[in-house]
């Protein structure tokens, strides 16, 4: 299966070698944190509840408190406005113009075409788990963030590869194929 890129990850590219030395870092941080948490105050507010569908897909992802996370439907995801912060992430290919789908604390980003990609929503959807499970926003950039640039090629991390690996398995269950399809036929579409 061929993928682009998922959101706070880029899937089957070929990365850039690390490029972010250690006090670069530790200052582009904390603006990423801050470049999460505007987002997620916006999707909060602005965004919908999760339909029928991925309602039940979040809970297949372990997200524990499925009625606190909104949904926003976008023609692109927004890029950093700072402009360093937007040239190590779309270098590193966490956010890239090609983003399709971001996940962080209860908010799930989706670009309009692909609002049917269920592997690439579980995936986030997985992500904000792993953010319910961090105990907070900030902790999980950094946790995010440090595993993807400790990575010996700058590729991924064990909190992206469980995110791959989880939304895998689910749509590759009969038991998911099944439910999916019923679950179809009751969301409705929000811009
Ligand atoms: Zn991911």
Not at 175 to 187: I, L, P, R, S
């Amino acid at each position: 299966m061929q993928f682009s890129s998922h959101g706070f990850c880029c899937i089957g590219g070929e990365f850039p070698k690390a490029v972010v030395d250690r006090e670069t870092f530790e200052y582009l941080l904390p603006l990423a944190y801050q470049w999460a948490k505007t987002q997620e105050e916006f999707v909060l507010a602005r965004g919908n509840p999760l339909g029928p569908r991925h309602a039940h897909d979040a809970n297949l992802a372990g997200v524990r408190d499925c009625a606190r996370v909104r949904v926003l439907l976008v023609d692109r995801i927004p890029l950093p406005e700072n402009p360093e912060l937007a040239e190590a992430s779309k270098r590193i290919g966490i956010i890239t113009e090609d983003t399709r789908c971001a996940g962080f604390g209860h908010a799930l980003i989706i670009r309009v075409d692909a609002w049917n990609d269920r592997e690439l929503i579980l995936h986030n959807l997985v992500h904000i788990a792993q953010y319910e499970r961090c105990g907070g926003l900030e902790q999980w950039v950094r946790h995010y963030l440090v595993d993807r640039t400790n990575c010996p090629n700058f590729t991924i991390g064990p909190l992206e590869e469980e995110a791959r690996r989880i939304a895998r398995e689910i749509v590759r269950s009969p038991e998911y194929n099944v439910g999916g399809c019923a679950a179809d036929a009751a969301v409705s579409t929000v811009r």
